[in-house]
């Protein structure tokens, strides 16, 4: 498959779009009308994202993801993913190969918004991790805590999101193949 797939070995490695270091205070997003990488907004507090975080390419969260998520819709965005590297990954609008663990189910003002959990593929530390029981349950709290709080307002008080659910490997291929399902149908003519 070339890089305008899912992956590489779908559902056992696939890609992921970079759009957001570690190291960054602003919210890139690749703009759908132009294909480029653009701010989106800066982050609402000092937290910094704990990994390089994007999407899967050819997918789209629409009704197949809501289905899994008991939601009544997708967030209409492709399938978020956060991947894990003992290296730092400080460099985004680039494609990694990485192995899906498991995800939160985040819903955003009611939207499913599922965030994929994975490691890069061959990554010396990570590299061998199958299930998300395979990491250190501290990691999956920095993630879990950096997105129920990456949006609230603290002027406000609003928190629009939650996390309904943390799952496992199985659960993640289970959304991966919803999203690129619901892309195909989404473009159809897509290949």
Not at 4 to 33: H, M, N, R
Not at 161 to 182: F, H, K
Request: charged share 25%; proline share 7%; aromatic share 8%.
């Amino acid at each position: 498959m070339g890089p305008g797939q899912a992956g590489l070995e779908i559902p056992e490695i696939l890609y992921a779009y970079v759009e957001i270091t570690p190291f960054s205070t602003l919210k890139y997003e690749v703009d759908k009308a132009t294909g480029y990488l653009k701010v989106d907004r800066p982050q609402r507090s000092n937290a910094l994202p704990p990994c390089a975080y994007g999407f899967v390419p050819r997918t789209w969260c629409k009704d197949r993801v809501a289905a899994i998520a008991g939601t009544t819709k997708g967030d209409g965005d492709p399938l978020d993913i956060c991947v894990l590297s003992e290296r730092p990954i400080d460099q985004s609008d680039i494609l990694l190969g990485c192995r899906a663990l498991g995800g939160l189910l985040m819903v955003d003002n009611n939207e499913a918004d599922d965030k994929i959990i994975a490691v890069l593929d061959q990554d010396p530390i990570w590299g061998d991790a199958r299930e998300l029981t395979d990491l250190p349950p501290a990691l999956i709290d920095r993630l879990r805590h950096y997105f129920l709080t990456y949006k609230f307002d603290v002027r406000t008080g609003k928190q629009p999101v939650t996390i309904d659910a943390v799952y496992g490997a199985e659960r993640a291929r289970s959304v991966l193949a919803a999203a690129m399902a619901d892309y195909v149908e989404g473009y159809s003519g897509a290949s």
